[in-house]
Structure formats: C-alpha cells, structure tokens
C-alpha cells in the first residue's frame, strides 16, 4: 500500500475520531481486557476540536492510504514556545504493520527540530510496541508517573479527618482560577518545569465548551478566600476534564506534595459521587502516594514521560494528562 501524509481538516474530523475510538479500544480490549471509549464514536471528536481550538488547523498529522482515500493513521502535535508536545498516536486496526507510526513521528520530529525544539511526550509503559517506537528514535524516558484512580472517593468526615496536617494548611488556599491568574500559573510553570503553556490554561479557564475545571492554590501570604480578590502569585494550580472521550484531573503543577494533594481533594470533591476520574501522580513522590492509597486510590497504569532532545527541568510536582497532551 502508498500512502500520503496531510494534515487533517475539518472535514476529516469523524473519521480521525472514529479512529482514534477504534485503534484504541482494539489494543485496550486485547492487552487489558476492557475498552476505554464508550458510546457513539464521535465522542473522539474531542481530540480534533480541542487541539483545533488551541493551536488552529494543521497540527494534526494522519497518513492517508492513496488508492482508497482512508485515513490510516494520525498524530496530533503541539507547538509550544519551549518545546512540542507529541499526542495521541493511532493506526487504524485495518493498517497494522505498515510502520506508520514511524512515518508520522519522522515528520513530526523534522518539524521539532526544524523549530530548534525538543520534543516530549507520555507512553504507557505497559505498552512494549510503542515504547519501543519512541526509544529507536532516540526519546529517553525522564520521570515515571503512576496513573491513580479512587473507585469511591467521598469527601467523608473519616477522609477529611485522614487529611495530613500539611494538606489541611494547603486547602484553605485553593479556590476556583480566573483568566486573570493565568500569567501567575504561567510563571510558576517556568520556574519549575520550564515549559509554558499560555494558550492552554487560558483554554482550560475560559471554559468555552464546558468540559474544564480549573484551580489554583495561592501563595502563602496572598489574599484567600474570595473570588473577587485581587490575585497574586500561585503556588499551584489544577485542571479537570469532564467529557465522555476523557475524565481525568491534570495537567497541574505545584511546588509540593501537600499542594498537590490539596488540589487532587479539591478536584475529587468536586465529582463525588458523579465520576470517577484518573489522575498521574509522579512515582517519587512517595509522601502523596501514601496519602492517596489510604483515600483508597488503586493504581491502573503506568506511564513515562520522555524527551528527545532537552529535558525538562522539573524542580516541581508536575501532573500530566492527555487531552492536550502535557508533555
């Protein structure tokens, strides 16, 4: 077969989702013995729109096969002004063993390094065949995280009284983010990851289509309590997704364990009762780890972050996710 890389339009949005929906369930119900999507296929839709309404079109790579017109396979990326995020990579079950995985990553590092940027992504450590992708094209892994989740998480008396003292002097910081807390997060970004992500967070905070939830935790000294305080600086900050396609808390980054953590119960308090979202909590942070598995969180995963080129500074806790990708 010959195929074609192009850069997805519009037009092209249900059939990348309904491939993004079946390549993915394909390899979940094979390795792990369930699906991660459910419902209609458009549900993947998500994907296209949001990095669409992010970065414009044309960040989108899907190799298409020439004779029948079939999109194969797709990639989504993400410019940054520090560096390019790699997103979720896909080949449709009906193309398997055409090495298109590598066609697509091979132009999306050319454009990575064209830019003069390093390029970043998380891959399910559980997932050999695309470690190994990754790992010949020279990406190295940086950090491990552990995807968590809380089947019944309550915001209980008995939970609240499980609360380290160090987290209960957390919380009375956190409160909902505003547009105008973005330049702080961003700040706060830099200094500890040395990424940025402007365009993101503005995203997430002005919630246009509904499915985001942000918050931040201020710095100690700041002004608390009140949604229409003047803002200062931030200590950390946490976003949620809510979407049929994807139900996770992140990304995030704080300056500690107990921030975090003060974050995470705020998120979760949030949904109690109404999901069940995952969330990557980095594998040396053994202080938050601790806590979390006496809320009752299970681990359901694991996943690598990894660089080619650059590595991130990380002097922070960082929590990732995967709609945009957060690398």
């Given at each position: 077969?010959?195929?074609?890389?192009?850069?997805?339009t519009?037009?092209?949005?249900?059939?990348v989702?309904a491939?993004?929906?079946?390549s993915?369930?394909?390899?979940?119900e094979?390795?792990?013995?369930?699906s991660?999507?459910?419902g209609?296929?458009s549900?993947t839709?998500v994907?296209?729109?949001?990095?669409?309404?992010?970065?414009?079109?044309?960040?989108c790579?899907i190799?298409?096969e020439?004779i029948?017109?079939?999109?194969?396979?797709?990639?989504?990326?993400?410019?940054?002004s520090?560096h390019?995020?790699?997103?979720?990579m896909?080949?449709?079950?009906d193309?398997?063993?055409?090495?298109?995985?590598s066609?697509?990553?091979?132009?999306?590092?050319a454009e990575?390094?064209?830019?003069g940027?390093?390029?970043?992504?998380?891959s399910?450590a559980?997932?050999?065949?695309?470690?190994?992708?990754?790992?010949?094209?020279?990406?190295?892994?940086?950090?491990?995280?552990?995807?968590?989740?809380?089947?019944e998480?309550?915001?209980?008396?008995?939970?609240?009284?499980?609360?380290p003292?160090?987290v209960?002097?957390?919380?009375?910081?956190?409160?909902?983010?505003?547009?105008?807390d973005?330049?702080?997060?961003v700040k706060?970004?830099?200094?500890?990851?040395g990424?940025?992500r402007t365009?993101?967070f503005?995203?997430?905070?002005?919630n246009?289509?509904g499915?985001?939830?942000?918050?931040?935790?201020e710095?100690e000294?700041?002004k608390t309590?009140?949604?229409?305080?003047?803002?200062?600086?931030?200590?950390?900050v946490?976003?949620?997704?809510?979407?049929?396609?994807?139900?996770?808390?992140?990304?995030g980054?704080?300056?500690?364990e107990?921030?975090?953590?003060?974050?995470?119960?705020?998120a979760?308090?949030?949904?109690?009762?109404?999901?069940?979202?995952?969330?990557?909590?980095?594998s040396?942070?053994?202080?938050?780890?601790?806590?979390?598995y006496?809320?009752?969180?299970?681990?359901?995963?694991i996943?690598?972050?990894?660089?080619?080129?650059?590595?991130p500074?990380?002097?922070?806790?960082l929590?990732?996710?995967?709609?945009?990708?957060?690398?």
């Open positions: 077969m010959n195929f074609k890389l192009e850069r997805a519009e037009k092209d949005w249900d059939e989702a491939m993004i929906y079946d993915t369930n394909v390899w979940y094979k390795n792990r013995g369930f991660i999507f459910q209609d296929k549900v839709r994907y296209c729109e949001t990095y669409d309404a992010l970065e414009g079109p044309g960040n790579v190799a298409r020439e029948s017109g079939r999109i194969a396979a797709s990639c989504f990326m993400h410019p940054r520090t390019y995020s790699l997103g979720i896909n080949v449709h079950p193309f398997f063993g055409q090495k298109l995985s066609l697509i990553l091979r132009e999306i590092i990575s390094q064209n830019a940027k390093p390029l970043r992504l998380f399910s559980m997932n050999l065949d695309s470690f190994n992708l990754y790992n010949r094209y020279g990406f190295r892994p940086y950090a491990v995280f552990q995807d968590m989740m809380i089947p998480f309550s915001a209980s008396v008995m939970i609240q009284e499980s609360l003292e160090s209960k002097s957390e919380l009375v910081r956190v409160r909902r983010a505003t547009v105008t973005v330049p702080e997060i706060l970004e830099m200094e500890l990851a990424i940025e365009r993101d503005t995203h997430f905070i002005t246009a289509n499915i985001w939830n942000t918050w931040v935790l710095a000294g700041e309590g009140c949604e229409n305080s003047v803002h200062g600086k931030i200590d950390g946490l976003t949620s997704v809510l979407h049929p396609a994807s139900h996770m808390l992140g990304p980054i704080m300056r500690t107990a921030q975090m953590l003060a974050l995470i119960y705020t979760l308090s949030h949904f109690a009762g109404n999901s069940t979202p995952v969330f990557l909590v980095p040396t942070c053994q202080f938050a780890l601790k806590t979390l006496g809320w009752g969180a299970k681990n359901t995963e996943h690598l972050g990894q660089a080619l080129g650059e590595i500074l990380l002097e922070g806790v929590m990732p996710t995967f709609l945009p990708e957060t690398a």
